[in-house]
């Protein structure tokens, strides 16, 4: 399974950015997609996820309300749509997948990852 993340750039406080993630390759009937972020000097943390048919997804509390994690089943397409973005959401971003069913925020349970998109807001 190979994932590609992109989509990322340099926005103004407030402004909005969506995030693409591309999975290709060997793919599983259920699994899960996430996004995580890891900002400078600090370690990775979960942002979103939502089971690949869509039945259930969960954020971080502090995305909440303005982030919307999305996908488009027909292009093997992940999206996180970010509005509202605040200088603390400055950090690069990875999409990871896991196989099944079970949703969950903790890294170690997925499997693959894309090697991230840096997003930049200023103040």
């Known amino acids: 399974v190979q994932l590609q993340a992109f989509g990322g750039g340099l926005v103004q406080a407030g402004g909005s950015l969506r995030l693409s993630c591309a999975v290709s390759?060997?793919?599983?009937?259920?699994?899960?997609v996430a996004w995580f972020r890891q900002a400078p000097g600090k370690e990775r943390e979960f942002v979103a996820h939502?089971?690949?048919?869509?039945?259930?997804?969960l954020y971080s509390d502090s995305v909440k309300g303005r982030f919307t994690i999305s996908r488009d089943n027909a292009r093997n397409t992940v999206f996180l749509q970010m509005n509202n973005l605040k200088p603390e959401d400055t950090a690069v971003y990875y999409c990871?997948?896991?196989?099944?069913?079970?949703?969950?925020?903790?890294?170690?349970?997925?499997?693959?990852w894309g090697q991230g998109t840096q997003v930049t807001v200023s103040s």
């Open positions: 939502s089971s690949w048919i869509g039945d259930s997804t």
């Open positions: 990871a997948v896991k196989q099944g069913r079970v949703v969950t925020a903790t890294q170690k349970s997925y499997t693959y």
């Open positions: 390759g060997r793919t599983f009937h259920y699994y899960v």
